[in-house]
């Protein structure tokens, strides 16, 4: 059974750091691609970054280019989102998904990854 748990949410003030964290249990973690999207209030589920089973960061949403980077330690099986300079925007739900290998679909569509987790609540008041 696979499960993704993430990790790291919270409050914060603008300006603040958080960390998400992503553990992944029942795949072989080394052969997909680990993303994370964001859900805000009221909003549709927006693709953040994602990166490669090789490691590879295929891109960032424009609004956290600078600000957000995405890391992964395959020998623990876990993706990382390190937020910076938060702004009262990246207020949501925060969601890590696995995309399986070799997965023709565009990076960026919710669609092409397979498992998802529950969800990290990120707040970040001005």
């Known amino acids: 059974q696979v499960q993704l748990v993430e990790s790291g949410g919270g409050l914060v003030q603008a300006g603040g750091s958080l960390r998400l964290s992503c553990a992944a249990s029942g795949l072989t973690f080394s052969t997909y691609t680990m993303g994370w999207f964001r859900q805000a209030p009221g909003k549709e589920r927006e693709f953040v970054t994602c990166?490669?089973?090789?490691?590879?960061?295929?891109t960032y949403l424009d609004s956290v280019k600078g600000r957000f980077t995405i890391s992964r330690d395959n020998a623990k099986s876990t993706v990382y989102l390190q937020m910076n300079s938060l702004t009262p925007e990246d207020t949501g739900i925060y969601y890590c998904?696995?995309?399986?290998?070799?997965?023709?679909?565009?990076?960026?569509?919710?669609?092409?990854?397979?498992?998802w987790g529950q969800g990290a609540e990120v707040t970040v008041s001005s």
């Open positions: 998904a696995a995309r399986r290998q070799y997965t023709t679909d565009r990076y960026d569509a919710s669609t092409s990854y397979s498992y």
């Open positions: 990166l490669t089973w090789s490691g590879a960061p295929i």
